[in-house]
């Protein structure tokens, strides 16, 4: 009778740790700048104007070889090539504080910013 409680406990806490671990994935968000003179960081299909601090996969595509893309904040500093075009993918820590995304070139026009609390 323990042993099969032992055992039925057992297998209850590796399914929790499983389940556990599927919903811990990083989140991803999405950052596009081109073909035209915009550019965007969205998390599905929402803009992102706020985040928890925390670790994101950024998938970033580069449609334009104008453009880049440069992401800046606290502890972050990450950009693509201007001449580059493609996908790109970056997994970044995101602390408290304000992050801003350019594309240098453009930089007055191609811009954008969020928090992270």
């Known amino acids: 009778m323990f042993r099969t409680r032992f055992a039925l406990v057992t297998l209850l806490a590796a399914a929790l740790v499983v389940v556990a671990s599927a919903s811990a994935a990083t989140p991803k968000l999405t950052g596009t700048d081109g073909p ?8 599905g299909t929402s803009n992102v104007t706020s985040l928890k601090a925390g ?8 449609k334009s070889n104008i453009h880049n893309f440069h992401l ?32 240098d070139p453009h930089a007055s026009i191609m811009k954008g910013s969020f928090k992270v609390t």
């Open 55 to 62: 670790k994101y996969k950024i998938v970033i595509n580069d």
């Open 36 to 43: 035209g003179f915009t550019i965007t960081l969205k998390k």
């Open 72 to 103: 800046s904040g606290p502890g972050v500093n990450k950009t693509t090539s201007v001449s580059a075009q493609g996908t790109f993918t970056w997994t970044v820590t995101l602390k408290k504080g304000t992050y801003k995304y350019v594309c």
